[in-house]
């Protein structure tokens, strides 16, 4: 029997009079449950945590403690989104006992530039960049698993893709304003590679890789394609899978209908895997 879950909304944090909301999904029942933070996407630019709801729905059924946030995106650039979501992390493992959630179970979770920066806030949880919030003494960033849904896992390699597409004789629909929301953000293709899981990996930076599943889509060339630059004959997402591998990391791979990716086919796989890696 899916769990009965009620939703609440609160500030998390606010920087000057710009308050930042985390919309909470609490299941109802003895606890304590696992946690999850969902992360919208948007190129880093756009979104909501209202378009995590329909996902966090589904989460919170299954029995987990969720909390899709907003935080700094757009012009206020890298790495400010980092540093909420960091600090994202630790507010909640400090105030598990009030959730009913356990600090000790704690997952990411994030679509498209979401994916990403889950993926890079687990990476990097004690940067002293991303940690330069201040928060209760004790508490780090850690998490213990991670999904993605069709991240844009390479800034670098994305911008250049969309940009070679602009350029072509019929360019698609989808690359239209995708260099100018990179660079609204970024700032320079130097932070789009240094805020990147897969040139971190392929250059060897320690970093931490904790169990993820990556889900995508087919067909999708926004972020099912393959970097004339990679070394790897492989599409981006096979191309990280093989180097989270190569650094010790567990990740799974899971194709799903593009046109249905954003229901319960990918839903109830993320559901599972953080059941599965949040004990």
Known sequence: MPYAFTTESVEYIRHGATPLMAKLYKPSGDGPFPMVIDLHGGAWCNGDLADCDPRDQVLAASGLVVAAINFRHGPDGY????????????????????????????????????GHLAMLAAMRPNDPRYAAIEGPAGVDA?????????????PISRYRHARRLLDSANPPAWPKGVPERH???????????????????EKGEKVLTPPTLWIQGQPDQTHDYRDPESPLELNEP??????????????????????????????????????????
């Open 183 to 201: 660079d609204t953000y970024w700032k320079t293709e130097a932070a789009m590679i240094e805020g990147n899981p897969m040139t971190i990996l």
């Open 142 to 154: 850690t998490v213990q698993a991670i999904v993605m849904q069709w991240p844009v896992i390479n």
């Open 79 to 114: 790495p400010t989104s980092l540093q909420d979501i960091n600090y994202a992390v630790r507010w909640m493992k400090s105030n598990a006992a009030k959730l009913n959630g356990r600090a000790d179970a704690v997952g990411l979770s994030g679509t498209s530039s979401g």
């Open 238 to 279: 096979l191309r990280f899978s093989f180097n989270y591998r190569k650094a010790g990391g567990y990740i799974e791979t899971l194709y799903v209908d593009d046109a249905a990716k954003r229901g319960n086919v990918s839903h109830d796989p993320t559901a599972a895997f953080f059941h599965r890696f949040l004990k």
